[in-house]
T-cell receptor
Framework: GNSVTQMEGPVTLSEEAFLTINCTYT??????LFWYVQYPGEGLQLLLK?????DKGSNKGFEATYRKETTSFHLEKGSVQVSDSAVYFC??????????????FGTGTRLQVTL | GAGVSQSPRYKVAKRGQDVALRCDPI?????LFWYQQALGQGPEFLTY????????KSGLPSDRFFAERPEGSVSTLKIQRTQQEDSAVYLC?????????????FGDGTRLSIL
């Protein structure tokens, strides 16, 4: 079955530091890949997505590239801010319709950014 | 509405009681998903609706869990004879299409505590 593995947290960085959160996956076929973010006290929000190999998703300074050869979708940001403190989830879904579109999530990585 | 709405936000019940959790998806969204998120974990799939049809209920942990979406919009997740292990955040998500590349929009969840 499908699975997602994320680096364990928490990740603690100083403001303006470079961020990488590793994500690798196991899936049949050609899944779509997503990063969701959960700010304290809020629901899951889509951060970015990529639907095919070599696609780069980007939003709010975050980027992730769909690497089929390494089955990875690492999240990066060049300069983090305190407001980026949250839990980040990597997820995948199948490209077919219906039941294949359910999301499989990683366990989440907590990011804490300090001044 | 503007987003996915879930109610109640918090629910406390005694072991053995029945509970009902409501999800109001984004207007016009065909697909609706329920997930269960245990503390410190990523969400796990419970069930999926396409309009009023429940196409996948493979993630429901036991026959005490039941979900419906009779008119293809609002959905209710019901848990009968609740147990302590049912304590979790229950998330509802909707998407406009049926394909796996369609992003899912999440509600804020219902935090269920079983005493």
């Amino acid at each position: 079955g499908n699975s997602v593995t994320q680096m364990e947290g928490p990740v603690t960085l100083s403001e303006e530091a470079f961020l990488t959160i590793n994500c690798t996956y196991t899936a049949t076929g050609y899944p779509s890949l997503f990063w969701y973010v959960q700010y304290p006290g809020e629901g899951l929000q889509l951060l970015l997505k990529a639907t095919k190999a070599d696609d780069k998703g980007s939003n709010k300074g975050f980027e992730a590239t769909y690497r089929k050869e390494t089955t990875s979708f690492h999240l990066e940001k060049g300069s983090v801010q305190v407001s980026d403190s949250a839990v980040y989830f990597c997820a995948l879904s199948g490209t077919n319709t219906g039941t294949a579109s359910k999301l499989t999530f990683g366990t989440g990585t907590r990011l804490q950014v300090t001044l | 509405g503007a987003g996915v709405s879930q109610s109640p936000r918090y629910k406390v019940a005694k072991r053995g009681q029945d509970v009902a959790l409501r999800c109001d998806p984004i207007s016009g969204h065909v697909s609706l998903f329920w997930y269960q998120q245990a503390l410190g974990q990523g969400p796990e799939f419970l069930t999926y609706f396409q309009n009023e049809a429940q196409l996948d209920k493979s993630g429901l942990p036991s026959d005490r869990f039941f979900a419906e979406r009779p008119e293809g919009s609002v959905s209710t997740l019901k848990i009968q004879r609740t147990q302590q292990e049912d304590s979790a955040v229950y998330l509802c998500a909707s998407s406009s299409g049926q394909g796996g590349n369609q992003p899912q929009h999440f509600g804020d969840g219902t935090r269920l505590s079983i005493l």
